[in-house]
């Protein structure tokens, strides 16, 4: 079995959305245990479960939690959770129900973190344990994966752990010198379900050779934590995925088939099928990719957002171990990501050449203050403070912001925390001239999909 992790030895990194394979194995250890079925109604196990449309509600599997074919849009209420929440997980599920569709049930693929998390409901209701005390005791326990922690206490009390950084300006993410973030972003333990763990390289590679073995804990003892048929299961294409040539010079790593599985992307490279997944949150990155063909399980995880260096090491890696001639595709990505940086600031400033139109408020600044709420998200505070409009996410806390004027109503709302994404605001009047709704949307082109303002219907709560 070939195992290439990169890391730092026993110092953990958040692993990020390759952590939803461990929720799909959660759920396959408890099929095997015949105390549900992959294609279970949601309903039957979590009985106050509910999704925008009654049907959908009825017909949502267990299956249906993990593949991105539930309707929702891209990233679609990943604002009740990032880049932090006071929610609870039941809170979360209970507000799902609000969120209206972008596409009809199972007619399109479009990835979601929100519907992990009630993953990790099910994983509670089924088992009688909490999702993070399950994965713990079933799984990263009998793998002998010492570092791995499922609960972000955890994580903070452990000293040799990776801290996050990112290049923050104020144009756009990812330009600039590296910062260090604060660590309580991203996901937080609400969301963990969908991609809060932490572990070390060592054991990224003992969760590796466990997957290479269908289940079997490495060692030869015989144990199992999932069957066979639940592996092969977990890595057996669902959705299919709609695939767009990347662009010169990255073009070679574009698949000829595509696919999500359980937790899992299914797709080829140059022709030979690989199971792999990313993985982000704010300031760290993770990649890991199993070639079960060959035996092969190769992971990276960095603790910044340098795209480039992460996938260039990665795919470098399969070219040596697959026997493909040595290209640099560090330097390729880096390419890449150099034009797509200079790209996101042509639109830019194309949009600040086009739209900004020297224009006034149509009201004073007090009148745009208020409560206002949205029926997903919930409660947000706009006050007139010391000459200024302040914007305040109640349920995300410290997402305050300055909301400053843009033209006609729009404001642009600049957060305290530079890292958080800026966003439009844009307020439209009933005919008695007073706010009637709140619409939002990402300033940046290249914002990441997890600030879904554009979901947001704010109305003011009489």
């Avoid at 890696?317 to 001639?325: E, I, R, S, V």
Wanted: charged letters at 20%; a negative charge; aromatic letters at 10%.
């Amino acid at each position: 079995m070939g195992l290439a992790a990169a890391g730092c030895g026993a110092r953990i990194f958040p692993t990020g959305s390759t952590g939803k394979a461990v929720t799909a194995a959660a759920l396959a250890i408890l099929v095997d245990e015949g105390k549900l079925g992959w294609d279970d109604p949601v309903i039957d196990h979590l009985p106050d479960f509910r999704m925008y449309d009654a049907w959908v509600t009825r017909e949502m599997t267990v299956r249906d939690l993990l593949v991105h074919r539930s309707g929702l849009g891209l990233g679609a209420g990943d604002l009740l959770f990032i880049p932090r929440s006071s929610r609870s997980r039941t809170e979360i599920v209970q507000a799902l129900r609000h969120i209206r569709p972008a596409t009809s049930f199972r007619s399109a693929y479009a990835y979601d973190n929100i519907l992990y998390i009630v993953a990790g409901e099910l994983v509670a209701a089924v088992s009688g344990q909490d999702w993070e005390s399950f994965v713990r005791e079933r799984i990263f326990a009998p793998l002998g994966m010492a570092t791995a922690t499922s609960h972000e206490d955890d994580r903070f009390a452990t000293a040799n752990r990776a801290h996050p950084h990112a290049r923050i300006d104020p144009r756009l993410r990812g330009l600039g010198a590296q910062q260090l973030l604060p660590e309580r972003e991203g996901l937080g333990q609400v969301g963990a379900p969908a991609g809060g763990l932490s572990w070390s390289a060592k054991d990224f590679a003992r969760w590796m050779q466990a997957q290479l073995a269908l289940g079997a804990v490495p060692g030869g003892s015989g144990e199992r934590l999932w069957s066979e048929a639940g592996a092969r299961e977990m890595w057996t294409p669902q959705v299919p995925v709609a695939i767009r040539p990347w662009p010169a010079p990255i073009e070679a790593m574009t698949p000829q088939f595509s696919s999500y599985a359980l937790g899992w992307s299914v797709q080829d490279y140059r022709g030979v099928r690989v199971v792999q997944h990313g993985g982000a949150v704010f300031g760290v990155l993770a990649f890991v990719v199993l070639v079960p063909g060959h035996d092969l399980g190769i992971a990276l995880q960095i603790n910044s957002e340098d795209v480039d260096v992460l996938r260039g090491l990665g795919y470098e890696l399969l070219d040596h171990y697959l026997g493909f001639a040595p290209r640099d595709w560090v330097a390729a990505f880096s390419q890449w990501n150099q034009a797509r940086l200079e790209g996101g600031l042509a639109l830019l400033a194309d949009s600040a050449k086009q739209a900004r139109t020297a224009s006034k408020p149509s009201l004073p600044r007090a009148a745009y203050a208020g409560d206002y709420a949205d029926a997903w998200y919930g409660p947000i505070k706009i006050r007139d403070q010391g000459g200024r409009l302040r914007i305040d996410f109640t349920r995300s806390p410290g997402m305050t912001g300055t909301l400053s004027h843009w033209q006609y109503d729009t404001f642009r709302a600049d957060w305290d925390d530079a890292a958080i994404e800026p966003a439009y605001v844009t307020f439209a009047l009933d005919a008695a001239g007073a706010v009637d709704r709140v619409t939002m949307k990402a300033v940046s082109p290249l914002a990441d999909f997890s600030y879904d303002y554009h979901d947001l219907l704010l109305q003011p709560v009489r």
